[in-house]
């Protein structure tokens, strides 16, 4: 794909088995007709059809039951228009002093779902869709797993604030610092979680807090997030918030052309590949029946999400127009959002095509655990 900067995105590897449960359209279907009655406003729900989250919860979730696999699709939807509505866009986008309390007060109806309303047609909207959802996951997980969803939405409100924060201040942060911040940004943790709602499981706690479980769950959350930055790279562009995206970085901070830095970050995400794929095996030797599931599941995590951006109308359609000044730009479309587009944003590599490359610091420490005896 070329954008007014000409960046080709070129095949992603990822050696992981791609599964999809049927059913997708119908998820995407009643997601929609969820929102409405939860009142968000025509923009949102004209912007929900190019989300494409019946599918990316179907390839989530293959394992799922009607029930959880229609509540992930539903938690998908919410979470990528609550980002449109108020992270990357609109008033609050630019001014941390508003967006964080704001942000804070959206994330307590995760703790407190009967929270009164406020009077904000659009914050009332997005209350009541997620308090619908708290509801939901507490009738349906683990009562353990149910708390830890609750409080992963803290955790992701911290990465959009660091977001947020950013665009304000016009800073650009580090590489090393947005391998640590993106994933919480993109809700990774949350969205692990989800899955196992969907799929009636839940790690037992004395895995979870494992530090190769910890590693592998963290590179899982890397493989997630970071790749949309190259996907969702002309939609950013457009948006006007490369702010958080890995490719205007790394060209910014090591003075390289944008495509020289869509190299380097495939260099990266192969480098993390590779660890989640080593560690996964390794954990999956003499792991018991739920090491099984947590694993597969973070492997399904991984590549369904790069199948589903490969296709997505989000990130070829034009909704709106150009936000913090980002100017028009020829590679996206006006079209109908509900289209998939007809070519792929990128292909899937069988193998590793960038060899050598090397981890951040912050990440440095997974090596120690494969030095470990199995």
């Known amino acids: 794909m070329q954008t007014d ?25 009643r997601s929609r007709a969820w929102l409405e009655r939860h009142g968000l ?6 912007r929900a059809a190019a989300t494409d989250t019946g599918f990316l919860a179907c390839v ?8 959880g696999v229609q509540l992930l699709a539903d938690w998908l939807v919410w979470a990528l228009l609550f980002d449109d509505y108020y992270c990357d866009t609109g008033p609050h986008s630019v001014r941390p002093g508003t967006f964080n309390p704001l942000t804070a007060r959206m ?6 779902p009967a929270t009164a309303r406020t009077g904000d047609p659009a914050f009332d909207a997005f209350a009541s869709a997620l308090a619908d959802m708290i509801r939901r996951i507490d009738a349906l997980a683990d009562p353990q797993l149910a708390q830890l969803c609750a409080l992963a939405h803290y955790q992701w409100a911290v990465g959009a604030m660091c977001g947020v924060s950013d665009r304000a201040a016009g800073s650009l942060r580090s590489v090393e610092d947005h391998v640590l911040i993106r994933p919480g940004d993109g809700a990774d943790i949350l969205s692990v979680h989800m899955i196992e709602v969907a799929e009636g499981t839940v790690l037992p706690a004395r895995d979870r807090i494992r530090p190769e479980v910890r590693a592998v769950t963290q590179a899982a959350g890397i493989l ?22 890995l490719v ?5 901070r090591r ?9 380097q970050a495939c260099a990266l995400l192969e480098c993390v590949m590779t660890f989640f794929v080593t560690m996964r095996d390794r954990l999956r030797e003499h792991g018991s029946e739920s090491m099984l599931r947590y694993t597969d599941q973070l492997a399904h995590l991984v590549r369904g999400t790069y199948e589903w951006q490969r296709f997505l109308p989000r990130y070829t359609t034009v909704l709106d127009v150009p936000r913090h000044g980002g100017a028009e730009d020829p590679a996206l479309r006006p079209a109908d959002p509900a289209r998939r587009p007809a070519h792929a944003l ?3 590599a069988p193998d590793r095509r960038h060899p050598g490359a090397g981890l951040p610091a912050p990440l440095a420490w997974w090596w120690e655990l494969l030095d470990r005896p199995a």
């Open 107 to 112: 994330m307590a109806r995760a703790l407190y």
């Open 346 to 348: 990128h292909d899937i």
């Open 224 to 245: 997630l997030t970071v790749p949309t930055d190259l996907a969702s790279y002309a939609h950013e562009h457009h948006q006007g918030c490369l702010e958080s995206n």
């Open 60 to 67: 989530w979730a293959p394992d799922g039951s009607e029930e």
């Open 5 to 29: 900067d000409h960046i080709a995105l070129p095949p992603l590897w990822c050696p992981l088995e791609l599964r999809v449960r049927e059913g997708e359209k119908v998820f995407q279907e």
């Open 41 to 46: 406003d025509e923009r949102s729900l004209r």
């Open 248 to 252: 205007h970085l790394v060209a910014a």
């Open 255 to 263: 003075g390289c052309p944008a495509q020289d830095a869509v190299d």
